[in-house]
C-alpha cells in the first residue's frame, strides 16, 4: 500500500502563486508515475498534471504555461508550481500515484487539498 498526503493548498488572489507538495509513504518502489487531479464543484475530476520517475511530465491543456510538475525521487515526494493562478483553477487538488499510468486509471489518491482563487 501507498499513502499520499498533500499540503499547501490555500486561498490567493487570482494573478497569484501556491505550490502543492505530495509525500508518498509505504510500499514507494511500486511507483512509477505521480501527478495531479483537480475536481471543481460539480464537475468531474480532471488531470492536471503527471510525472514518471524518469522525469517525463505532461499536462492539461489549461494550465500548460502556467502550472510545472516536478519530483525528488529521493524524498518521493513531487511538486506542483501553480503560477498566474485564475479564479478557474478553483478546485479541490488531489495527488494520484500509480504503478503504470495516472491517465487511465489512479491506483492511489491523497486526501485532497483546497485551492481558492479570488477574482
Known amino acids: 500500500q501507498v499513502q499520499l498526503v498533500e499540503s499547501g493548498g490555500g486561498l490567493v488572489q487570482a494573478g497569484g502563486s501556491l505550490r502543492l507538495s505530495c509525500v508518498a509513504s509505504?510500499?514507494?518502489?511500486?511507483?512509477?508515475?505521480m501527478g495531479w487531479y483537480r475536481q471543481a464543484p460539480g464537475k468531474q475530476r480532471e488531470l492536471v498534471a503527471g510525472?514518471?520517475?524518469?522525469?517525463?511530465?505532461n499536462y492539461a491543456d489549461s494550465v500548460k504555461g502556467r502550472f510545472t510538475i516536478s519530483g525528488d525521487n529521493a524524498k518521493n515526494t513531487v511538486y506542483l508550481q501553480m503560477n498566474s493562478l485564475k479564479p478557474e483553477d478553483t478546485a479541490v487538488y488531489y495527488c494520484?500515484?500509480?504503478?503504470?499510468?495516472?491517465?487511465?486509471?489512479?491506483?492511489?489518491w491523497g486526501q485532497g487539498t483546497q485551492v481558492t482563487v479570488s477574482s
Open positions: 509505504g510500499s514507494t518502489f511500486s511507483i512509477n508515475v
Open positions: 510525472i514518471t520517475r524518469g522525469g517525463v511530465t
Open positions: 494520484a500515484a500509480d504503478p503504470w499510468s495516472i491517465v487511465t486509471g489512479v491506483t492511489y
